[in-house]
């Protein structure tokens, strides 16, 4: 396990996610990252808040090489969170420890499990009980309340708010400023919008809307974001 003096940490996306990782893990008291890769090469050779975009991901093997040890997800994203999951994974593939960030103005009960890579932002409340997976965005002063169950890769936007014991299923998103009841369950891969009022479980896949929530789309008629590679015909 890498100390957090030693970690030498390449952040995979360089946007405005990026700059509030960035500012999060100066403000933990973390090594600055030392580089960053984006897909948009019209980006390479830009700086970040003083950290460089190299290059894009091709460019990470060259990195392990140069004793780079960890890796954050930069990348955000409303709705489809299956570009950071690929990006986690290919963290992981190149034996790169993934960066949980947690910043100083979020508050995470001693008692909150916080899996690996995931990523909890100022103003942000995680209570009691409440079980993250790995490579979770808690955003900007979303709320996460008592023994809350959230699967790996999924997005809790600005500002929304879980009530007590709402389990998330794998990848789903949690829209800005979206409430959701207590005790619901959110399927895998779902979207709730922004400002979304959730009254009712919410299945694998489908999209809910408005206030009260209502389906956008039905679940099963999922579209290629949420096909898991294996699934695809
Ligand atoms: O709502 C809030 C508070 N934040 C939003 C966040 C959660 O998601 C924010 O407003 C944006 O909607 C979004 O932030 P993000 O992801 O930083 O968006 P953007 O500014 O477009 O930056 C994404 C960056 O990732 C771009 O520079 C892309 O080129 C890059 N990118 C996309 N796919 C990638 C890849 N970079 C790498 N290394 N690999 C990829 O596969």
Redesign the pocket.
């Known amino acids: 396990m890498t100390t957090q003096a030693e970690a030498v940490c390449v952040i995979?996306?360089?946007?405005?996610?990026?700059q509030v990782l960035i500012d999060s893990i100066h403000l933990s008291g973390m090594r600055w990252p030392q580089a960053i890769?984006?897909?948009?090469q019209s980006?390479w050779g830009q700086m970040i808040l003083g950290v460089p975009i190299l290059g894009?991901?091709e460019l990470l093997p060259e990195l392990v090489r140069r004793g780079f040890t960890c890796f954050a997800i930069?990348?955000?994203?409303?709705g489809d969170n299956r570009?950071r999951q690929r990006?986690f994974e290919l963290g992981l593939f190149y034996h790169l420890e993934p960066l949980t960030i947690i910043h100083p103005a979020a508050i995470r009960s001693q008692w909150a499990e916080i899996g690996p890579g995931s990523q909890i932002f100022p103003g942000s409340i995680i209570n009691a009980g409440a079980r993250l997976g790995q490579n979770v965005i808690i955003?900007?002063g979303a709320i996460v309340e008592h023994e809350c169950s959230l699967s790996d890769h999924v997005h809790v936007?600005?500002g929304a708010r879980l009530a007590s014991t709402v389990q998330v299923g794998r990848g789903a998103h949690i829209g800005?400023g979206a409430t959701v009841k207590q005790c619901l369950i959110i399927g895998e891969g779902a979207i709730v919008g922004a400002g979304a009022t959730v009254i009712k479980n919410v299945p694998a896949h489908a999209v809910v809307v408005g206030v009260p929530a209502r389906p956008l789309r039905q679940a099963g008629s999922e579209c290629e974001w949420f096909i898991p590679e294996e699934e695809k015909p």
Do not use: C, F, K, W
């Open positions: 995979l996306g360089g946007g405005g996610h990026a890769l984006d897909a948009d980006r894009g991901d930069g990348l955000g994203g409303i570009p990006l955003n900007s936007a600005t800005a």
